[in-house]
Each structure stands twice: as C-alpha cells, then as structure tokens.
C-alpha cells in the first residue's frame, strides 16, 4: 500500500507541476468540467502513465463503451493495451425490460457499488478512472445516499492503495456536488468557453488538494494530438537565477549614446510609435547585434508574416536570416487567435530555459493584447512575464502601436510603467515632407540624453541625427520653427541630417 506521502505521476505535462509532484496516492479525486473540457483525454493519459511505470489501472464506465474509448485513444495516437476496461451497466441489475436501469431504486445503486467492489478486489488495481460518474449520482439522487457509497468506496479503495479519479459533468445539479465534495481528497475542474474568433480556450483549476500547497489559479491547457498540456501560471519570484550582467548594444552608436549605453541584460524596453515608425527594424538591429556579438535572441511576431520580416530585414542589409539559419536568432510567427497567454508564457520559458535566449522580442503588445481573455488582465500578465526574464537576466524588447500618423497618438493601453526603459517615436512634418524623430523617455537603471533626435531608416539599418535644435513641439508631430537666434536652450539651432 502506498504511503499517505508518496505522489503519483498523472502523466499530464505540466499538471504535476500545478500540483507540486503529482496526485497524493491512495485518495479519491473529483475531476469535473463541461462536455469537450478533456475529461476522458486526462483520465486516460492517468491510467496510461501507470502503465508506464508497470502498474495494473482499470477504466470504469456506465454509459461508454469501448469502442467509444478506442476511437479516442486513437486519435491520439496511443495503446490501450495494459489498460483494463470494464462497463458496470452489464451486470449492474436484473434483465433488461423488468425497470429502467437508471432507477433510482436502493437495488440498482447497491449492484453498481457491489460490482465495483468485486471486480476491483479481484484485479486490486493502483490506478482507478470512473468515466461518467456522474451515472453513479444519478442513481442515488438523494445526497445523503450518494455520501454514503462513496464513503465505502472510499474505504475500499483507501484498503487497495488505489489511486482514483471520479470524472463528471461540471453542470449536473449542486446538491449532490456538495455532498461528494467534502469526501474526496481532491478536486481539478476544467473549464472551456468559444471566444468570438479563434479556437476554444481552455483552463484548469485545483480547488482542492489536501496536504498539497498547489499552484493556485487558473492555469491555460490545449489538447493536442498527445493528449492534455498544462501551462502552469507563471509565477516570477520561483525562477530566480545568477544574472552575470552586461549590456546589449542597439547597433547605432547615436542611440547607445542616448541610453547611457544600451539596454542592460535583465531590462525591459518598450518602443511606442505609429505604424511604420521603424520600431520593428530597430528591434531587428538589437537582436542582429546581440547574436553578432555571440548570445542568443527568439523574435515573436504577432503583427505581421516572418516572410515580411525577412524580406524587410533583406532590404536593410541585415543578417537576420544568416543569424536564424546559423540558430543564434529564432523567429516565431504567433497566431493570437490561436494561442493562449500560459501557452505564450510557456514557449519563452522553453526559449530561455532550454535554449538559453539573452533577448526576447515580442512585436506588439497590440498582437499580444488580442490573445487575452480579458483585456484588464494584460498588464499583469506583462508584468510577470518581465519580472521572470529580469530574474532570467533576459533583455526583453516590446513593441507598442498607437493610433495616428502625424498629431495627436493614443495607445489601446499603458504600460509604460512596467517597462524599465521606453523608446517614442514620432513622425512630425517639416518642408513638405514627414520625417521621422525618436527619443529616449526614460531608463531606469541609469542616466539617458533628454534630446530629440531625427531618425532615418537606409542600410545598413536605423541611424540617428544630431539633436533636433531649430524646432519647437517635434513630438506633436507639428512643430513651429524657431526664429534666427531662437532655441528651446537658449542657443541657435537647426535641423541636421545623419550625424
């Protein structure tokens, strides 16, 4: 019999992780969720992992049968062999036409608890799935009855050292759910719903566990060919790890000179702009520059193709595509339609873990805001994922699209604030053409120049100007030139070209 402290694999990426090391053994686990959460697909992927470890597991059904739970293993590519399967209903009451078998007569419950016990006790499996036991709490309908055979099952299973998951319908009535609620060990539910676009979102949460500090919340899964994962909520303050310093050059030595330096290993850096401002290209020249310089950089594209970022990075002279063939630049085209924030969250951590990424570029947060179930939710999501690149010693570059050409720019959101240095860019008009300007805003983590520069965008890629001194209200995009002798500071200025 197992011990009250040994844990069980479920055998679901990323589960045994949201439960600390998996299933305490020898319990009753409630797993409950609407039709289509991935009930079945979990509970097999449970039986299967014992398999794997040598176990006997046995799957119990009153409605399913095994031709059903073939189909299903088979889309998922897996054999069921090693897997018991057993369907109460052929022997749970008298022939069939002398009553409905879903009476709720003591009769009929007491041959589904009879049978149960007599076909566990004769096989004593370690791994038990009841798929619907729902069936069961039907046949009991008053609560106190139905508290009262899963206290023996309970028992019974307690006695076996059998590991036991109890799936049903998240939507059958309250009542009973309470009575069965305070006498499992534990209870996952699955959640689902169909946003307006995209495909379904899925999430898992663990509203009960005894003797277990799980990961709490809400923890976005998919089922794949494979079955179930599991991304667990990213908590920062658990992937603390040595951080060796330095910085990352931007590849302009104008720009290097206006943020004191360039962006330091472990910051974050956003760049605002209306479309086509260049934020992209510079975000381009950081990372060219970070793998010329021998680290590592994965790019995600929420807003446009990895062809049009190729083709742009071709027209610039740049060597993203060298870089990206020689595996120092990865670059990854991101569906929000299709992907949820945990998903996202759980790609960067592979990135950073397993292939030891230094600079992470997520272009745009716009993008990255449509794959939100809730838009209010963003900035947090943003500021965990962050704090665990800072604590990673990742630079971390972010995009951010306004609204507006020339004049007046709105963003769909702020989070300026969560950002340790922050790159405006601006087009303004001047002689009958636009031009372009950029300034560093802030930096935390040191000093930066507080002048406005005209930037250009030609190969080899994004240069900067000499301060921008003969116009006043650049970055409204509708200066009014100074007169002879008039500047801002005082001095005679005007407009450069390159430096």
């Known amino acids: 019999m197992a011990t009250p402290l040994q844990q069980v694999s479920t055998g679901v990426s990323g589960l045994d992780e949201v439960l600390r090391g998996g299933l305490p053994a020898s319990h009753l686990y409630l797993l409950e969720g609407a039709s289509g959460a991935g009930k079945t697909t979990l509970g097999l992927q449970f039986l299967l992992e014992g398999v794997r470890q040598g176990e006997r597991v046995l799957w119990c059904t009153l409605a399913e049968t095994e031709s059903q739970l073939m189909a299903t293993a088979h889309s998922h590519h897996w054999d069921l062999t090693g897997v018991d399967v057993i369907n109460l209903a052929d022997s749970a009451g008298p022939e069939e036409g002398d009553y409905s078998f879903f009476s709720p007569s003591d009769v009929e419950l007491n041959d589904v608890v009879g049978r149960i016990l007599s076909v566990t006790q004769t ?58 609620e305070g006498v499992v060990h534990g209870i996952i539910t699955l959640y689902q719903h169909a946003p307006a676009y995209g ?7 663990v509203h009960k566990m005894r003797g277990v500090a799980v990961r709490e919340g809400f923890h976005d899964i998919s089922i794949e060919t494979g079955g179930v994962v599991v991304y667990p909520r990213l908590v920062a303050n658990e992937h603390d790890a040595p951080v060796t310093g330095g910085t990352c050059s931007s590849g302009c030595a104008e720009l290097d000179q206006m943020m004191g330096g360039g962006i330091d290993l472990g910051a974050s850096l956003l760049m605002t702009g209306p479309s086509g401002i260049g934020k992209s290209t510079l975000c381009m020249q950081f990372l060219n520059e970070r793998a010329r310089q021998g680290g590592r950089a994965a790019v995600y594209l ?45 790609l960067i951590r592979r990135k950073v873990e397993e292939d030891g990424a230094e600079m992470i570029v997520i272009d745009s947060l716009n993008g990255y805001l449509t794959a939100m179930p809730d838009e209010k939710h963003l900035a947090m999501h943003v500021q965990e994922l962050l704090s665990y690149l800072s604590n990673r010693g990742v630079a971390t570059l972010l995009t951010l699209n306004q609204q507006g050409i020339v004049g007046e720019s709105a963003s769909p959101l702020d ?15 001047s002689d009958a053409q636009i031009r372009r300007a950029l300034s560093v805003v802030k930096r935390r983590m040191g000093s930066h120049e507080t002048s406005i520069r005209e930037m250009f965008i030609a190969a080899p890629g994004i240069r900067l100007g000499r301060p921008l001194t ?25 407009m450069t070209g390159p430096a």
């Open 123 to 180: 096989l004593r499996p370690t791994r038990v799935v009841f798929d619907p036991f729902s069936d069961v709490k039907l046949l009991a309908r008053d609560p106190l009855r139905f508290r009262r055979q899963l206290l023996k099952l309970r028992e019974h299973f307690s006695e076996l050292g059998a590991t036991v998951l109890l799936i049903q319908e998240a939507d059958i009535d309250s009542t009973s759910d309470t009575a069965g």
């Open 199 to 205: 495909k379904q979102r899925r999430r898992l949460q």
């Open 302 to 346: 929420f807003d446009e193709t990895r062809r049009a970022f190729l083709a742009r990075a071709e027209a610039l002279g740049m060597p993203t595509r060298e870089l990206i063939e020689r595996g120092q630049v990865s670059l990854r085209q991101i569906d929000p339609a299709e992907f949820s924030p945990g998903e996202f969250a759980h």
């Open 470 to 494: 003969g116009y006043r209200g650049v970055l409204s995009g509708l200066p009014e030139a100074l007169g002879a002798g008039e500047s801002v500071d005082g001095t005679a200025g005007n």
């Open 415 to 429: 989070v300026t604030y969560l950002a340790d240095a922050a790159i405006l860019m601006r087009y303004f008009e």
